[in-house]
């Protein structure tokens, strides 16, 4: 806390700032030459041609839009009858924490490899209507996550062992949303 | 005097069969001292649970027979993760001896059987009803991220006397 403190601080941020751009710097030419490294070993065709998309890939993007589409109905309703938002809201976060669990499995490109099929990630783009009463508007959240915890379960055979668990995890969840929904007993 | 595995896996399937013998073991076990602590519709309910653990072991000790797996057997008495003194505590040790059960059938969702995974996928399902219907609330991820069951005696805290 002497009397020089300030000026030496802000010399060592400088300091900071000077090295923090050089490190960016070093890491953008890392980064830049890791392709040629990784093209220097596979010979040169690895750099011409993207890897096909493994069938892992195409499980991973139905299941999303299984819960975009389940997304999508719970917003309708929650548009709907905003009432229910107390019921709803904590397993709509649920399909969210799937949704975000199943895109951390991908990294996917951004180079347009699938401009015309429908966007995985995105909620889908017509939900059926909504029914007018709250019991109606439950039985058909109801039947939505019924359906959806069947159509996980039939990718199971093709996914890898990590992702079949985490489709059977989200299938189970849904079910259990079904549940609740159904008639929110309680023990 | 065991047969050897099947091929394509045997050896894991064995392991993960008994593991889910042992966590239906607990769950039998648990039911029986939750359940001491429940009248009327839940205790109906606990009783109907412990059944169903019951029925999910005796189909695993076969399941592990046919594949020359030996059946472990159960313990005479588990640790429990916490004590159990009444009928709040016993609700919570339902619900978490769901969890556990959750997790290990998912353990069998990661073999390559397709029968094993069905399997494994229906058992996870029907903790995580269990489960639910105990907590009164869902998880997003039944199965994962659950402590693992204790090995007897290896629990923090035991309570029983």
Redesign the interface.
């Known amino acids: 806390m002497g009397d020089g403190t300030p000026p030496r601080r802000s010399a060592r941020a400088e300091a900071r700032v000077v090295q923090e751009a050089t490190r960016r710097r070093v890491l953008i030419a890392t980064a830049a030459a890791l392709p040629l490294v990784i093209g220097g070993c596979k010979g040169v065709g690895a750099l011409g041609t993207p890897p096909k998309p493994a069938a892992d890939v195409a499980v991973t993007r139905d299941a999303m839009t299984l819960e975009s589409t389940l997304i999508a109905r719970y917003g309708a309703v929650l548009t709907a009858m905003p009432s229910l938002a107390g019921e709803l809201s904590?397993?709509l976060?649920?399909h969210h924490?799937?949704l975000a669990?199943l895109r951390a499995r991908l990294i996917i490109p951004r180079t347009g490899a699938q401009p015309s099929a429908s966007p995985s990630g995105t909620p889908s783009p017509r939900p059926a209507p909504v029914p007018g009463t709250r019991a109606g508007a439950l039985a058909y959240l109801r039947d939505a996550e019924n359906a959806a915890?069947a159509s996980l379960?039939a990718h199971?055979?093709a996914a890898p062992?990590?992702l079949?668990?985490?489709l059977?995890?989200?299938?189970?969840?849904e079910?259990?949303?079904a549940?609740?929904l159904g008639q929110g007993?309680?023990? | 005097m065991s047969p050897s595995p099947r091929p394509g896996g045997g050896q894991a399937a064995v392991r993960a069969l008994q593991a889910a013998l042992m966590a239906e073991n607990t769950a039998v076990y648990g039911y029986g001292v939750a359940g001491a602590h429940f009248a009327g519709a839940r205790r109906a309910a606990a009783v109907r649970d412990w059944v169903a653990h019951e029925n999910a072991r005796d189909t695993l000790t076969a399941m592990l027979t046919a594949r020359g797996g030996r059946p472990v057997a159960a313990a005479a008495a588990y640790a429990l993760p916490f004590g159990v003194h009444n009928a709040a505590t016993a609700v919570s040790l339902a619900a978490l001896l769901e969890d556990r059960v959750a997790a290990v059938y998912l353990g069998l969702v990661a073999l390559s059987e397709p029968s094993l995974r069905e399997f494994g996928a229906a058992g996870v399902r029907t903790a995580a009803l269990r489960a639910a219907a105990w907590r009164g609330s869902t998880l997003a991820f039944p199965g994962f991220d659950v402590a693992p069951p204790s090995a007897p005696g290896t629990a923090a805290r035991t309570t029983h006397s």
Do not use: E, K, Y
Request: hydrophobic residues 45%; positive net charge; charged residues 15%.
């Open positions: 904590p397993l976060a649920q924490d799937h669990r915890a379960l199971l055979d062992p990590s079949a668990q985490l059977a995890s989200i299938s189970a969840s079910a259990t949303h549940l609740v007993r309680h023990r």
